[in-house]
């Protein structure tokens, strides 16, 4: 998983740079200041307090009276009337907070984006040795635990596509050879999780299971620490005991 400091990257059209800020905006867990929210989106300060003013013009958010953005009231429009299930942020909130009291390390919820994986919810340990907010960020698919998560349950259309152009590496320990990542992912399928090995940042870990809805991977839960306490080796049962809490958390 990321550190709080990396910022995420986002595509070069207007709208998929205003549609992006305003993920980060719904996804955080309290209310966010321009310039947290330049360094969420990897966007300059100017671009996004631009984005803000737009988005606040269509009360797709509104401001607190210090001037930080939290979502607005038109989002209502956005939503079908008639009755919806819960969004699987709100939903599985409740689940990451389990996770995060009986691990004892930083929890997040991640999906599928399209392009990248987006994290749309975190819980974060009170442990004094712990990583950042990371709600809001999107990260390439093969350099997270949720995206390997996610990678796993493609369509071999969608992997051969992905996989034909040049992935980028992150660190020195990023995985980018197509043949190792098929490896990978095989074994992820028949495992049910995936760990990273300081593959986004140096110095971090993480460990990641598919929330499964409906037979499709929905979602993925994802906990994440320092690496000198936080792998397999050190803790070798953790990735099949948050595999069963999720199974059985999620499905109830």
Known sequence: MAAADQPSSVSEGPVDRAFHLLQVVVAAESPVGVRELGRRTGLPRSTASRLVATLERLRMVDRTPDGDVIPGGGLATLQIEAAAPPLL????HPLLVDVEKEFGENAALAVDDGDMMLYVSNVATENPVSVGDVAGARHHFHL???GLVAMAAWSPQRLDEHLAAPLEAATEFSMTAPSAIRRRLSQIESDGFAWTDQELDVGING???????????????????????????????LADELREIVAERSSA
Do not use: K, T
């Not at 942020?89 to 599985?92: E, V």
């Open 89 to 92: 942020r709100d939903r599985l």
């Open 144 to 146: 997270v635990a949720p």
């Open 207 to 237: 460990l990641a299971v598919p929330v499964v809805i409906a037979d499709e991977v929905a979602a993925a839960i994802n906990i994440y620490g320092p690496s000198y306490r936080f792998s397999p080796d050190e803790r070798p049962s």
